[in-house]
């Protein structure tokens, strides 16, 4: 598992090769400094206090969104939040356990967008995943192939390590750690020499963690992916960073791939209509453009299509775009600047699958139901408990003396 001193040491290689000092002031994270967010920590144990961040306050909003839950989603989510649950009480012993309700839902919905996308989704770039919670159904989703993650805040980037340590295993690949020497002469006749197993004969990594100094080898990645997303953090970027991000975007891509956002961030360096022409200068064509219920007037018009697909009946828990680079089918019938705005909707015959739940068929809405925070928590406890008693009745979380107990 990620060292704080490995991380540290890593930048510092890092800093000591880079060709002028403004690449890495590109890449501060100077609105999480003003606000006095914890972007360096000194022990891992303090990413505890982000196990719940970013997203507080928005579990109805998501539900809401989703036109609530199928039984299997909500079970998903259960086994989500148990899996966090049982990660805080391996990893984080000095504290008590908490269930993370809407961060962990802010990454369910991420998810079926993702899969609404492509169900057999081969390979998704996430830049800034906060708290990491995509990876906990990423990990479980058997065709994904490559995961690879950006962040450059320590403190983040300490906590994702760690979730995806407990999550992929032997499967996870983190490059800021540098690589120990290995060219020093071992000769010792009183020494049994190591047998090293070449990368061949490892198995493959499917998890990827990128700190920013390690971006030139993202850069190098062209036609990679199926899915790019980077959520709640465009606008939060320093323009050269988002500058340097959607010039990785567009190279990295497939050409049948998307860009998707789930939340265009705090407006910290401009506008989201600055935002917006920034992403069509860049190159992006719009093929959807749904606005959070917050910042969108009800006489607002809409395209055909999306009043079709009946997302004017949605209500976004944060702003939405899905967008394409040029060589994309759908790309020339959507260029130009009137379609990054709300209510656009193409004829991508996808929609209507990434953006399900309140727009499907009324049979399937039915099958649907609004879940409470408390409804999740009792769900979380009992499958705590059947896990607890198949393995022999040992005391639950809850039941320990002095040991870490679940915080609703």
Not at 368 to 394: F, N
Request: proline share 3%.
């Amino acid at each position: 598992m990620l060292e704080i001193s490995d991380y540290r040491l890593g930048e510092q290689l890092g800093r000591s090769t880079i060709s002028n000092w403004r690449i890495a002031e590109t890449h501060l994270v100077d609105h999480f400094i003003r606000v006095g967010f914890p972007v360096r920590i000194d022990s891992r144990h303090e990413v505890g206090q982000l196990l719940d961040t970013m997203q507080e306050k928005r579990f109805e909003r998501f539900m809401t969104e989703l036109g609530g839950l199928t039984a299997a989603e909500a079970d998903s989510l259960t086994d989500a939040l148990v899996s966090s649950v049982k990660f805080q009480v391996a990893h984080l012993p000095r504290r008590k356990a908490c269930v993370p309700f809407s961060t962990m839902l802010s990454s369910l919905v991420l998810y079926k967008k993702i899969v609404g996308f492509k169900p057999a989704v081969e390979s998704v770039l996430e830049v800034g995943p906060g708290c990491g919670y995509l990876s906990y159904f990423l990990a479980e989703h058997e065709t994904l192939r490559d995961y690879s993650q950006v962040e450059a805040c320590e403190s983040f980037y300490v906590l994702q390590s760690m979730v995806n340590s407990y999550l992929f295993g032997h499967e996870f690949s983190d490059l800021a750690v540098t690589a120990a020497a290995d060219r020093a002469l071992h000769i010792h006749r009183d020494l049994e020499q190591p047998v090293v197993l070449t990368g061949d004969d490892v198995p493959a990594y499917r998890c990827f963690h990128y700190p920013w100094w390690t971006l030139g080898r993202l850069h190098e990645r062209i036609g990679k992916y199926d899915v790019v997303t980077s959520n709640a953090n465009l606008n939060e970027f320093t323009r050269n960073a988002l500058y340097e991000y959607l010039t990785i975007f567009a190279r990295v891509m497939k050409d049948d791939g998307i860009f998707l956002v789930q939340c265009t961030g705090f407006p910290a360096h401009g506008s989201t209509e600055d935002l917006m022409e920034v992403l069509h200068k860049f190159g992006f064509a719009s093929i959807f453009c749904g606005m959070a219920d917050d910042n969108v007037r009800s006489n607002m018009l809409v395209s055909s299509r999306y009043r079709s697909l009946g997302l004017h009946r949605k209500r976004f828990a944060l702003n939405n775009l899905i967008l394409v680079k040029k060589g994309h089918p759908h790309y020339q019938p959507n260029v130009g600047l009137k379609n990054f705005a709300h209510g656009h909707a193409s004829e991508f015959p996808r929609l209507n699958h990434i953006y399900e739940g309140g727009t499907e068929e009324p049979h399937v809405r039915g099958l649907r139901r609004i879940y409470s925070i408390d409804d999740t928590l009792q769900s979380v406890r009992a499958k705590l408990r059947q896990e607890s008693s198949h393995r022999g009745g040992r005391a639950t979380l809850g039941q320990r003396d002095g040991a870490a107990r679940i915080v609703a």
